[in-house]
């Protein structure tokens, strides 16, 4: 064998039984021929409230969308950004609200890789809905890919279950977040992993099994400090959690606990409702949810205006209003007259005075 090819043998060989350790190996650089570069990354982010005011009008008017001013990080930014509501959406045979986030055309660059989160804000400024990109995305003008958000961002239903527009108002932080480079000769492409960035802790979702553990607490007698009594049967409940959500209740046990100071176990006798009337407005106050009103929502009704529970009222109140018919328009007009449901009483009159007109319309 030629002995160039034996010596290359060997040397690999050595290399192999005692490879070079990477300190060892930095050690045989020429610093005189070494090149240094650096690549900066630069954070953005912008923290916008949105407050829409009569926000039930947009529905009546048939209103396409609301977009908020032009949004920057600074007065120097290069990227501009907007958001956009559409109010009157139909995704999957319901109504719901769409929501998008834009890269505006006033921006001077053209692409830019950013993440979002929209939240709506209820009156004691707390998060009570959440939305976040699942991943980054990457927004470019010119493009349909310029926006990103979603074609069904709240059912319409979730407003009055879920107590998200207070007063008519819609309160909504959005929440935009982006990255720049800037480098020394060097360029990279800037990649960010799809696992969902963690929020800045002002803008952190409460986690949404929040109702669920509220329920578990309804169904535990352990620590009740209130017994409702109905037909023989007991529920407990918890003071500071019905005083939270009544007005009722908390004037009550305001009462009651000042007579000698001390907190005591309270029984409350509502004989006058039924069983499934009770778990049901428990239910409400404990998580806000309700389901399946049907048969239970005059009944409710009453429940929930003798108590100061608005939200379950204006829902059992909508509820009759789509059940109305002209089997029921009369019995639903005297219920309404008798309780005060102002809007049913409307919705009775309107219904009534368009089937006469129909009979009139008929004999002409």
Same mark, same amino acid.
């Given at each position: 064998?030629?002995?160039?090819?034996?010596? @290359?043998? !060997?040397?690999?060989?050595?290399?192999?039984?005692?490879?070079?350790?990477?300190?060892?190996?930095?050690?045989?650089?020429?610093?005189?021929?070494?090149?240094?570069?650096?690549?900066?990354?630069?954070?953005?982010?912008?923290?916008?409230? @949105?407050?829409?005011?009569?926000?039930?009008?947009?529905?009546?008017?048939?209103?396409?969308?609301?977009?908020?001013? =032009?949004?920057?990080?600074?007065?120097?930014?290069?990227?501009?950004?907007?958001? &956009?509501?559409?109010?009157?959406?139909?995704?999957?045979?319901?109504?719901?609200?769409?929501?998008?986030? *834009?890269?505006?055309?006033?921006?001077?660059?053209? #692409?830019?890789?950013?993440?979002?989160?929209?939240?709506?804000?209820?009156?004691?400024?707390?998060?009570?809905? *959440?939305?976040?990109?699942?991943?980054?995305?990457?927004?470019?003008?010119?493009?349909?890919?310029?926006?990103?958000?979603?074609?069904?961002?709240?059912?319409?239903?979730?407003?009055?279950?879920?107590?998200?527009?207070?007063?008519?108002?819609?309160?909504?932080?959005? *929440?935009?977040?982006?990255?720049?480079?800037?480098?020394?000769?060097?360029?990279?492409?800037?990649?960010?992993?799809?696992?969902?960035?963690?929020?800045?802790?002002?803008?952190?979702?409460? =986690?949404?099994?929040?109702?669920?553990?509220? &329920?578990?607490? !309804?169904?535990?007698?352990?620590?009740?400090?209130?017994?409702?009594?109905?037909?023989?049967?007991?529920?407990?409940?918890?003071?500071?959690? !019905?005083?939270?959500?009544?007005?009722?209740?908390?004037?009550?046990?305001?009462?009651?606990?000042? =007579?000698?100071?001390?907190?005591?176990?309270?029984?409350?006798?509502?004989?006058?409702?039924?069983? #499934?009337?009770?778990?049901?407005?428990?239910?409400?106050?404990?998580?806000?949810? *309700?389901?399946?009103?049907?048969? !239970?929502?005059?009944?409710?009704?009453?429940?929930?205006?003798?108590?100061?529970?608005?939200?379950?009222?204006?829902?059992? #109140?909508?509820?009759?209003? &789509?059940?109305?018919?002209?089997?029921?328009?009369?019995?639903?007009?005297?219920?309404?007259?008798?309780?005060?449901?102002? #809007?049913?009483?409307?919705?009775?009159?309107?219904?009534?005075?368009?089937?006469?007109?129909?009979?009139?319309?008929?004999?002409?």
């Amino acid at each position: 064998m030629h002995p160039f090819y034996i010596t @290359w043998i !060997l040397l690999f060989a050595s290399v192999c039984i005692n490879p070079i350790e990477p300190s060892k190996l930095a050690l045989n650089i020429d610093s005189g021929n070494l090149t240094r570069s650096q690549t900066h990354w630069q954070t953005h982010e912008i923290k916008h409230i @949105w407050t829409i005011n009569q926000f039930s009008l947009h529905e009546e008017l048939n209103t396409s969308k609301i977009l908020t001013p =032009k949004l920057r990080a600074s007065t120097t930014d290069k990227y501009e950004w907007y958001a &956009e509501i559409k109010p009157n959406e139909i995704y999957n045979g319901g109504k719901t609200i769409a929501l998008w986030i *834009y890269l505006s055309e006033g921006s001077t660059v053209t #692409e830019v890789l950013a993440m979002n989160n929209v939240s709506i804000i209820n009156h004691r400024k707390e998060v009570s809905f *959440y939305k976040q990109t699942p991943v980054s995305r990457n927004f470019k003008l010119g493009t349909e890919a310029r926006g990103w958000g979603w074609k069904s961002f709240c059912p319409k239903d979730d407003f009055f279950r879920n107590q998200l527009l207070q007063n008519d108002t819609l309160i909504l932080f959005i *929440y935009i977040k982006w990255i720049t480079e800037s480098s020394n000769n060097l360029s990279h492409q800037l990649e960010i992993s799809s696992a969902s960035p963690t929020p800045t802790p002002d803008t952190t979702a409460i =986690k949404c099994d929040l109702s669920e553990d509220f &329920e578990s607490l !309804l169904e535990d007698p352990k620590c009740a400090d209130v017994i409702f009594t109905t037909n023989g049967s007991n529920y407990p409940a918890h003071k500071y959690i !019905l005083a939270a959500r009544s007005p009722f209740f908390a004037a009550m046990f305001r009462r009651k606990d000042s =007579k000698d100071g001390k907190l005591r176990k309270i029984r409350i006798n509502v004989t006058h409702m039924d069983e #499934e009337v009770l778990r049901a407005m428990l239910r409400y106050i404990y998580t806000g949810k *309700y389901e399946n009103l049907g048969k !239970l929502a005059d009944k409710l009704f009453v429940a929930a205006a003798k108590y100061g529970l608005e939200g379950l009222k204006k829902i059992c #109140e909508r509820t009759l209003c &789509e059940t109305l018919t002209a089997e029921n328009a009369d019995d639903m007009f005297v219920f309404a007259k008798k309780h005060h449901a102002n #809007e049913l009483k409307s919705k009775v009159i309107e219904f009534l005075w368009s089937r006469s007109a129909q009979k009139l319309n008929k004999t002409d």
